[in-house]
């Protein structure tokens, strides 16, 4: 299942670094902190100024500034249950993958990754640092499927069945495919046991 993950990330892209504006030194950007966090305040071996905000559930934010004093942020899930975008990011495509590449018995494999993403869906709503809706998360969903739908049909039966038959397609359906119902449950299960901020990284 791990390197069937690592070949859906691929095509992913998630970004691990944001960057946020010139500042003066009290000034860190937009990066939330909820009275239940606590931050530290440092230095690092270069003297750049750095903070540190740890979230409950085990997520952590490290800040430093760069030569310009510009802040730079990387946040990391340190949970030990995985980050929850990243998770979510990856049930994404095999749903689009399903949906494009379909084969007879997949039926409850498809209706298993609906129910997934819908619990992903409420996990992010439930805990995100900044408030975002279901429905707006929903919309994104059916705005990638409904892409990865219109290039299907632009490519035409004979040349969508070539991608499907393989390369990446046929390596991450093919384990999914394979994959006990059960232990995906279980497994989706033991990611959002532990309530905390979802974010990208780190993606596998």
């Avoid at 709503?125 to 059916?142: C, G, Y």
């Avoid at 070539?162 to 990446?168: L, Q, S, T, V």
Wanted: hydrophobic share 40%.
């Amino acid at each position: 299942m791990r390197a069937l993950m690592l070949t859906i990330l691929l095509g992913v892209g998630l970004s691990t670094i944001a960057q946020a504006g010139t500042a003066p030194s009290d000034d860190w950007g937009d990066v939330p902190v909820p009275a239940s966090a606590t931050v530290r305040l440092g230095r690092d071996a270069r003297g750049n100024e750095t903070r540190e905000i740890t979230y409950a559930g085990g997520v952590v934010a490290r800040q430093w500034r760069d030569g310009s004093g510009k802040p730079q942020t990387m946040v990391e899930d340190r949970s030990g249950h995985g980050a929850v975008l990243c998770l979510r990011g990856i049930y994404v495509a095999l749903r689009e993958g399903l949906d494009t590449c379909r084969q007879d018995g997949d039926d409850a494999l498809r209706r298993f990754m609906d129910e997934g993403l819908d619990q992903l869906d409420d996990f992010v709503v439930a805990n995100s640092l900044t408030p975002i809706t279901k429905d707006a998360l929903k919309a994104t969903e059916e705005a990638r499927l409904k892409k990865q739908r219109d290039a299907a049909a632009l490519r035409g039966p004979e040349a969508q069945a070539k991608i499907c038959g393989g390369g990446d397609a046929q390596r991450m359906l093919g384990g999914l495919r394979s994959a006990s119902l059960d232990k995906l449950r279980a497994e989706l299960a033991a990611a959002l046991s532990v309530p905390r901020p979802p974010v990208s990284n780190p993606c596998l």
